[in-house]
């Protein structure tokens, strides 16, 4: 039995509706269990946090992979940022808290960085390098790892599941994944994917020497 619960206001429950009326089954579950595993990782290390903001968080993170909240030129995590900054200014939250979610979303595929940050921030990255990854795997129990699941499911391959769907939500922008761990999800799908070099820019530059 989970000792954490998805937070429960209203806030919350219009988060939930938004998000499963516009993700995959597949990205709504994923999106759920970020939020329980960053939230159990925030209890195992004593982070204190407000759980309504790390579940805004954990819930638009991926938002940016659908088609109602892809731009076509931004990073897709910038996207889903973004969608949560509207949603959240809509709803009156304080520009501080926002400026919070926003960074946790945007950062959240930029490993090394966010568990050095505010707590809602290194809790988002935490949950998502749990249940894409794994990297934490064995830093929670049997019994905390299988209440995650049977309260939001992973598909039978999931592993592939997710590939897939990140290579859907960013195959028609691959110059958004210069630089992040995106680039390996084309180059896995795409033969004809060419990887951007951050040697090749700096020496094509208009600089002389």
């Not at 759980?51 to 931004?74: K, Q, R």
């Not at 960085?113 to 949950?127: E, F």
């Not at 592993?159 to 992040?180: S, V």
């Amino acid at each position: 039995m989970l000792t954490i619960k998805t937070p429960d206001s209203k806030l919350a429950r219009e988060i939930s509706e938004l998000i499963r009326d516009t993700e995959s089954e597949l990205l709504f579950n994923h999106s759920n269990r970020v939020y329980l595993f960053g939230a159990l990782a925030g209890q195992h290390r004593g982070l204190h946090y407000d759980p309504e903001l790390l579940f805004a968080g954990a819930m638009f993170h991926d938002i940016g992979l659908t088609s109602n909240y892809s731009s076509s030129h931004e990073r897709f995590e910038v996207d889903g940022a973004n969608a949560a900054k509207d949603f959240l200014l809509s709803r009156g939250i304080a520009p501080a808290d926002i400026d919070t979610v926003w960074t946790a979303i945007a950062l959240h595929t930029t490993p090394g960085i966010p568990k050095y940050m505010h707590p809602v921030i290194a809790l988002v990255t935490a949950g998502v390098e749990m249940d894409v990854l794994g990297l934490t795997y064995n830093e929670y129990s049997d019994a905390e790892r299988e209440a995650v699941v049977k309260s939001f499911p992973r598909s039978p391959q999931f592993k592939e599941d997710i590939i897939e769907a990140f290579y859907d939500g960013i195959k028609n922008k691959p110059e958004t994944t210069f630089g992040n761990v995106k680039a390996d999800v084309l180059a896995d799908k795409d033969p004809h994917f060419h990887r951007g070099n951050f040697c090749s820019v700096i020496r094509c530059s208009h600089w002389i020497g």
